[in-house]
């Protein structure tokens, strides 16, 4: 058997670990819960944004908040901050509920927001307050946990249910129905939610007599970017927490604040806006502490870690994609640090996938906002650019296309769709 | 119309290992033979990432199934198939619900020009997620010239200190590191029998 050499020193697991590390630190799906804990996020990045919006919702039960921004914008970070200083708050439970990764609401699911939460708040209360499960809590508490999992997941009819709800739903039918002249302004919750309303009551009102107010904080909401999808969803569930009386933290689509958004804006007690951050090199002091914050100092040296904050228009998906994709870059081409072409390598590519699926007018739209700076949100192409964030909101009145996908779209082979 | 970057399917496998958990790619698949383009990259998945990797097609799933699927062995890769098809309702239903497909695994959407068209037109959540890591499928090693090859690997012998007849010793004593570059040297010294 020929005889082995010893294995490498340091410099193979050193390069390889480095990089590793660097990866970690650096990963844009990897759960913000994650990010927080590791101590990776800036947490008085938007002046106190989430300590803002857990104050109110602490202080006035049954307040509804909107927490706007567009995608990537760190929404979900400010949410899971704005849980953890409420969770600091003596008497209060806050429930963080990601939504979307529960059920389905792309099929317009009416009753879900109510049933998760319903659940959530089910399972803490035998987490925390009683030590049986609900399943044997032969009390009110049990019994409504009972029907709020039976409005969640369904439950087997008997016989004589079947027969009592289809002998209902045909009178129904026989009987028709003639409308008002005046359209109440909120119609009444439907017989679905009184279902479950009930039990609903019954909980938080469990809590309250533990003295604990709740707050719920809805994430993913803000996924059905369209808004007619998003108030169709939000709406009848929304109002049933507010008569119970529970304070609400929401994420919502950025569409919200302009044009027709702002009537469902009403709707609220308070909107927040999670603007893009400022990029322009001299100025981007927020978005190089988060480079800062995440160990980017290791691998990047000012001129990298400037174009990076540059690029990523003040995204702070963006931002951390393209310092991720520029260290994959140097590990894959065998550098040892992240060069200032690994980072135009990984722009090129974040800049290239904004620019697939373009057609000829968002081109057009896009290079006229860039040439005047004027920018109409009544009209759809321009709401679409906004929402799948090629058109990059600082204010209401200052828009710009994202930097990553701006030369692209000024270079003429660029205009095809 | 700028391209995305080709990279070889290794290279693709490199960038998924050194990214460890919640990866998510698209790997713009060859249009000729994309079965067997498929099957030699999923090996050459196994082969860096060394975990089971699986192939889940979408043709004709419902989001719910796809949930489902993507739930179930969440530390796997995942290489997501049939996508091409799917229509703007489909995508954006998908995008409603990405957050039910996050998974410590690696997620690679493997798709047709047109599946990327659908993916950046109707899944701007989606998108957001890949951020830049679209990348073409691009020639392997096999298409090395002999200039590449030889240039390739005197840049592991110089990074790492060691020659080529060192390399394929620790490998016969199975003493050679569990890093991705050792799998790639010893394919490029023609050993990948010593994997």
Known sequence: ?417 | MPEFIARPAYQIARGLEVRGTDAWFVVLRPAENPEVALQDFQDELLVYLNAPVRIIDATSASVADLRQQLRTRPDNAVVLVGLDGWNQDSWTSLDINRDGMVRAGALIFWLSPAGVLGLCQYAPNIRSFVGGSIFELGPDEGVMSEGERQRRLEALAEHYQLSNEQVIQMAQAETLPPEPEFVEWLVLLGRGDLL
Request: aromatic share 6%; charged share 25%; proline share 6%.
């Open chain 1, 1 to 417: 058997m020929p005889e082995s050499p010893a294995p490498p020193k340091q410099p193979v697991a050193t390069r390889r670990e480095k990089f590793r590390a660097y990866m970690k630190n650096f990963n844009p799906t990897a759960p913000a819960r994650d990010a927080i804990g590791s101590g990776l996020v800036l947490e008085d990045l938007h002046n106190s944004l989430s300590r803002s919006l857990a104050a109110r919702a602490d202080l006035e039960p049954g307040s509804q908040q909107l927490l706007v921004g567009g995608i990537g914008s760190g929404k979900t970070t400010e949410l899971l901050l704005a849980e953890k200083w409420l969770g600091k708050q003596a008497s209060t439970l806050p429930l963080f509920i990601d939504i979307t990764a529960e059920t389905d609401l792309s099929g317009l699911n009416t009753g879900a927001l109510l049933a998760a939460f319903g659940l959530h708040l089910g399972r803490r209360f035998y987490g925390t307050l009683e030590a049986e499960s609900s399943a044997e809590d032969p009390s009110e508490v049990g019994n409504a946990c009972r029907r709020i999992k039976e409005f969640a997941f369904g439950r087997a009819e008997s016989a004589v249910e079947k027969v009592l709800r289809e002998a209902r739903e045909a009178s129904a039918q026989l009987k028709g129905y003639v409308p008002g002249r005046l359209r109440p302004p909120i119609p009444a919750l439907q017989r679905q939610f009184q279902d479950i309303a009930e039990p609903l009551g019954m909980l938080v009102g469990a809590f309250r007599e533990y003295s604990w107010e709740v707050v719920v904080i809805l994430d993913g909401l803000d996924r059905l970017i369209t808004l007619d999808k998003f108030w169709a969803v939000v709406e009848p569930d929304l109002r049933a927490l507010r008569e119970l009386r529970v304070s609400v933290l929401a994420a919502a689509p950025i569409s919200i604040l302009y044009e027709s958004g702002k009537s469902i804006s009403e709707h609220f007690d308070r909107v927040h806006h999670l603007a893009a951050l400022t990029a322009e090199p001299g100025k981007a002091r927020e978005l190089k502490a988060v480079l800062a914050q995440r160990g980017g100092a290791e691998m990047l040296g000012p001129l990298e870690a400037a174009r990076i904050c540059m690029a990523s228009g003040g995204v702070l998906r963006d931002l951390v994609t393209v310092a991720r994709d520029a260290g994959e870059e140097a590990y894959v081409s065998g550098s040892d640090r992240i060069r200032i072409q690994d980072v135009g390598r990984a722009i090129q590519q974040l800049g290239t996938a904004y620019l697939r699926g373009l057609g000829p007018g968002q081109v057009q739209a896009l290079l006229n906002l860039n040439k005047t700076g004027s920018f109409d949100l009544g009209s759809p192409i321009n709401m679409e650019l906004l929402v799948t964030r090629r058109v990059l909101e600082y204010s209401p009145t200052d828009f710009r296309v994202h930097p990553a996908l701006l030369p692209l779209i000024t270079k003429p082979e660029a205009r095809i769709a």
